[in-house]
């Protein structure tokens, strides 16, 4: 049996003993083995060196620095010395790694090459190399685990440099990572694409960029087919990068559905500006294909249109006694975010307590009966756009005030009221396949907030009351596209990408 094959079966039978929440608290997911060769063979130094150094610092049950062995041992020029650290927290997990050793020191030696490593049950954020930060190895792979920690947590603590606001913690490994490389070694990462964007990732970045240059990224637009052994749903990407200042290179963008698809991944090759911000906050755009309509030429904001984004002011638990199941004389319609789906309001759905009061207690927490375009503020991660919105038309719904449940936002005009033909465009334009393809480009969360939707670039304001004539509430997703693609299509100017 090969390497990847060993560890990935070794791991598998440990993963299976752990219970569910076990397996989450650890933020343990296995790597496939094409996934995993796939990230080690971009790895490999340019020339092999006498002695290598490798590092992975979330070993699991080794699957990657099985990966790596085997490819350095597949190479025509051999390295004398192969020197492995691995880290692994988890000491169910110590056998299976020492099977793999013994199998890899076997394989190195049949092959000429001395393989040393050493085994380190023990956190990897507070090791003493990990605290150090210095440059001692020349490759790191990882597949980090991924929960959130606290500000006070002693590994948030340990790299405080790394941290802003609630830290995840494989955003802490991507980080301290970054400082352990030799000049010129090779850095590959398996993470969410969530720290790609926003503020609580904007030091990890900041800090990535001061030592490394990104070479390629891999992005899987599948949430479910590049951990196929394990039932969870997270948006992943590959990252590989070298340890040196950064330059304006070109960056290759690949994407692929998931890992049964790899070897028929889309290629872009992008200038670096293009994928890395310049700005303070360092966001990276993930383009995985050319874009039909680029909404980075329009500096149009919701803004500039007199409109403004708000989250529903009803908090149900601070309002509860103001909300009931059945209508009465003094009350009016609740929205929840349950009852919006895409181009439609579904009200009543008869599983929620709709109805909330309407007197003086409750004025503040009501909006008036007015155009609106209500949006969910989280989707469901299996939901196929971002953005999930509705146009809501004054009179839909009875009386002359609503409430909106605190997760929901709602875009409305302060001091003057949205035309129906703007409601329903803008509506349709935020469901659009347009937005949803610019959002997965600039946003790693899967969630779009309110400073999101602000910050969104937006055509005129002609054109979006012409998607708005052409559509109507409940329209399908399909049709949208085909509304929104026809009129905007036409006022782009021609921008082409270097494609490879």
Same mark, same amino acid.
């Given at each position: $049996?090969?390497?990847?094959?060993f560890?990935?079966?070794?791991?598998?039978?440990?993963?299976?003993?752990?219970?569910?929440?076990?397996?989450?608290?650890?933020?343990?997911?296995?790597t496939?083995?094409d996934?995993?060769?796939?990230?080690?063979?971009?790895c490999?130094?340019?020339?092999?060196?006498?002695?290598?150094r490798?590092l992975?610092p979330?070993?699991?049950a080794g +699957?990657?620095? %099985?990966?790596?062995?085997e490819?350095?041992?597949?190479?025509?020029?051999?390295?004398? &010395?192969?020197?492995v650290m691995l880290?692994?927290?988890?000491?169910?997990?110590?056998?299976?790694?020492?099977k793999?050793?013994?199998?890899?020191? &076997?394989?190195?030696?049949?092959?000429g090459?001395? /393989?040393?490593?050493?085994?380190?049950?023990?956190? *990897?954020?507070?090791?003493?190399?990990?605290t150090?930060?210095?440059?001692?190895?020349d490759?790191?792979?990882a597949?980090?685990?991924?929960?959130?920690l606290?500000?006070?947590?002693?590994?948030?603590?340990a790299?405080?440099y790394?941290?802003y606001?609630?830290?995840?913690?494989?955003?802490?490994?991507?980080?301290?990572?970054?400082?352990l490389?030799a000049p010129?070694?090779?850095?590959?990462?398996?993470?969410?694409?969530?720290w790609?964007?926003?503020?609580?990732?904007s030091?990890?970045r900041?800090?990535l960029?001061?030592?490394?240059?990104?070479?390629a990224?891999?992005?899987?637009?599948?949430?479910?087919?590049?951990f196929?052994?394990?039932?969870?749903?997270?948006?992943a990407?590959?990252?590989?990068?070298?340890?040196? %200042?950064?330059t304006?290179?070109? +960056?290759?963008i690949?994407?692929?559905?998931?890992?049964?698809?790899?070897?028929?991944a889309?290629?872009?090759r992008?200038p670096?500006?293009?994928?890395i911000?310049?700005?303070?906050e360092?966001?990276v755009?993930?383009?995985?294909?050319?874009?039909?309509?680029?909404?980075?030429?329009w500096? %149009?904001? /919701?803004?500039?249109?007199? /409109?403004?984004?708000?989250?529903?002011p009803?908090?149900?638990?601070?309002?509860k006694?103001h909300?009931?199941?059945?209508?009465?004389?003094?009350?009016?319609?609740?929205?929840w975010?349950?009852?919006i789906k895409?181009m439609?309001?579904?009200?009543?759905?008869?599983?929620?307590?709709?109805?909330?009061?309407?007197?003086?207690?409750?004025a503040w $927490?009501l909006?008036p009966?007015?155009?609106?375009?209500?949006?969910?503020?989280f989707?469901?991660?299996?939901?196929?756009?971002?953005?999930?919105a509705?146009?809501?038309?004054?009179?839909?719904?009875?009386g002359?005030?609503?409430?909106?449940e605190?997760?929901?936002?709602y875009?409305?005009?302060?001091?003057?009221?949205?035309?129906d033909?703007?409601?329903?465009?803008?509506?349709? *334009?935020l469901?659009?396949?347009?937005v949803?393809?610019?959002?997965?480009?600039?946003?790693g969360?899967t969630?779009?907030n309110?400073t999101?939707?602000?910050?969104?670039?937006?055509?005129?304001?002609?054109? /979006?009351?012409a998607i708005g004539?052409?559509?109507?509430?409940?329209?399908?997703?399909?049709?949208v596209?085909?509304?929104?693609?026809?009129?905007?299509?036409?006022q &782009?100017p021609?921008?082409?990408?270097?494609?490879?």
């Amino acid at each position: $049996m090969r390497l990847v094959e060993f560890a990935h079966s070794s791991g598998l039978a440990a993963i299976q003993t752990l219970q569910r929440k076990e397996q989450k608290n650890f933020g343990q997911f296995m790597t496939p083995p094409d996934v995993a060769r796939f990230m080690a063979q971009r790895c490999l130094p340019t020339e092999c060196p006498e002695i290598i150094r490798i590092l992975d610092p979330a070993a699991g049950a080794g +699957i990657l620095s %099985a990966a790596v062995i085997e490819c350095l041992l597949n190479q025509a020029r051999l390295p004398r &010395q192969i020197h492995v650290m691995l880290y692994e927290l988890d000491g169910r997990l110590i056998p299976a790694l020492r099977k793999l050793v013994k199998r890899m020191r &076997q394989r190195a030696h049949n092959r000429g090459v001395t /393989l040393k490593v050493s085994i380190n049950n023990c956190d *990897f954020l507070l090791s003493p190399i990990a605290t150090a930060r210095k440059p001692i190895v020349d490759i790191i792979i990882a597949n980090p685990p991924y929960f959130k920690l606290s500000a006070t947590d002693p590994r948030a603590l340990a790299h405080a440099y790394a941290v802003y606001g609630q830290p995840n913690i494989y955003g802490l490994f991507m980080a301290v990572c970054a400082s352990l490389l030799a000049p010129s070694g090779r850095w590959c990462f398996i993470t969410p694409r969530s720290w790609t964007n926003g503020l609580y990732f904007s030091s990890v970045r900041r800090y990535l960029f001061c030592w490394l240059h990104i070479d390629a990224i891999h992005v899987f637009e599948s949430r479910r087919d590049h951990f196929t052994d394990d039932q969870i749903l997270q948006e992943a990407m590959i990252t590989w990068a070298t340890a040196q %200042a950064q330059t304006n290179a070109e +960056i290759v963008i690949s994407s692929s559905e998931g890992s049964s698809d790899l070897d028929q991944a889309r290629l872009l090759r992008l200038p670096f500006n293009r994928v890395i911000g310049q700005d303070e906050e360092r966001m990276v755009s993930l383009p995985v294909d050319m874009p039909t309509i680029d909404l980075t030429r329009w500096h %149009a904001t /919701l803004f500039t249109y007199g /409109l403004k984004v708000s989250t529903g002011p009803v908090v149900a638990f601070r309002a509860k006694r103001h909300i009931h199941e059945i209508a009465s004389a003094d009350s009016v319609p609740l929205l929840w975010m349950q009852h919006i789906k895409h181009m439609l309001i579904k009200w009543p759905i008869n599983k929620k307590s709709e109805h909330i009061d309407s007197n003086a207690e409750t004025a503040w $927490m009501l909006v008036p009966n007015t155009n609106l375009v209500v949006i969910r503020r989280f989707s469901p991660k299996e939901d196929d756009r971002r953005i999930t919105a509705a146009p809501y038309l004054a009179g839909t719904l009875p009386g002359t005030m609503l409430g909106l449940e605190n997760h929901t936002n709602y875009i409305y005009r302060p001091g003057g009221e949205l035309s129906d033909e703007e409601t329903k465009g803008l509506a349709a *334009f935020l469901n659009s396949r347009v937005v949803d393809r610019y959002l997965r480009t600039v946003a790693g969360n899967t969630q779009v907030n309110a400073t999101d939707l602000r910050k969104l670039p937006l055509p005129s304001l002609e054109l /979006l009351v012409a998607i708005g004539r052409a559509i109507c509430p409940g329209t399908s997703l399909l049709a949208v596209d085909t509304i929104v693609d026809s009129t905007l299509r036409p006022q &782009q100017p021609r921008h082409t990408v270097a494609a490879n």
